[in-house]
């Protein structure tokens, strides 16, 4: 089954400090990953996607994710902290969904990210 | 903002009740999806339309149904509701269905409470 997995539910670090959020991934096939972030009281909002080529992709708000191959990861990180980074992260997978042809997405259970001043 | 319009933000209604919440996707885009989180089960998909047709089921209930009408605005039904069926439910638009590096835009929200 294709799915995604984000092995921490809550991440803290401090202000300025660098942040990982981790995700793995199972999915047959070339991985299709995606991170989107939820702030309080808000739709998710798409943050980057890995489809191939450079193994380090960089998004919006400064976020980077980094696809591993061998350890079937797609970290999300950044290297400085912001106050305002604090919200749900959500790592996603796109995969064919058989019978229809169209692709789905299903997300990980999310980590909610506390950045302390 | 994401493009993508969701009403009402915000049900309360009783349970046996029927309610309709409402989506119109971006401008453009012909897909249309519908999520349903709970603190308990996470971001959960429930059903995707493409141009007015019904393209992939995920674990919605039969109590719900939900229909892309031709102007592509999409409607979720929920009927016979339950307390547990108390979520926040997200629409969700892309430009098509068979791009696996297609990025879905993402509403605010309905937030369903059942009393």
């Known amino acids: 089954a294709q799915s995604v997995a984000q092995p921490e539910d809550q991440v803290n670090v401090a202000e300025g400090n660098p942040l990982t959020v981790k995700c793995t991934y199972s999915?047959?096939?070339?991985?299709?990953l995606f991170w989107y972030v939820q702030y309080p009281n808000r739709g998710l909002q798409f943050l980057l996607k890995?489809?191939?080529?450079?193994?380090l992709v960089k998004g919006s708000y400064g976020f980077e994710a980094e696809f591993n191959k061998s350890q079937t990861s797609f970290h999300l990180k950044k290297p400085s902290a912001l106050v305002s980074d604090s919200a749900l992260y959500f790592c996603?997978?796109?995969?064919?969904?058989?019978?229809?042809?169209?692709?789905?997405?299903?997300f990980g259970k999310g980590t909610k990210l506390s950045v302390i001043p | 903002d994401s493009g993508v319009t969701q009403t009402p933000k915000h049900l309360i209604t009783a349970t046996g009740q029927r309610v309709t919440l409402r989506c119109s996707p971006r401008?453009?885009?012909?897909?249309v999806y519908w999520y349903q989180q709970s603190l308990d089960q996470g971001l959960q998909f429930l059903i995707q339309?493409?141009?007015?047709?019904?393209?992939a089921k995920g674990n919605i209930l039969e109590r719900f149904s939900a229909q892309q009408f031709p102007d592509l605005h999409s409607e979720l039904n929920l009927s016979s509701l339950e307390l547990g069926d108390s979520a926040l439910y997200f629409c969700?638009?892309?430009?098509?269905?068979?791009?696996?590096?297609?990025?879905?835009?993402f509403g605010q929200g309905t937030r369903l409470t059942v009393v």
């Open positions: 996603a997978v796109r995969f064919l969904y058989s019978g229809a042809g169209s692709y789905q997405l299903t």
């Open positions: 999915v047959s096939g070339n991985p299709y």
């Open positions: 969700a638009s892309s430009v098509g269905d068979r791009g696996r590096d297609t990025e879905a835009f």
């Open positions: 890995y489809i191939t080529g450079d193994n």
């Open positions: 339309y493409y141009n007015g047709e019904e393209r």
């Open positions: 401008s453009g885009d012909l897909s």
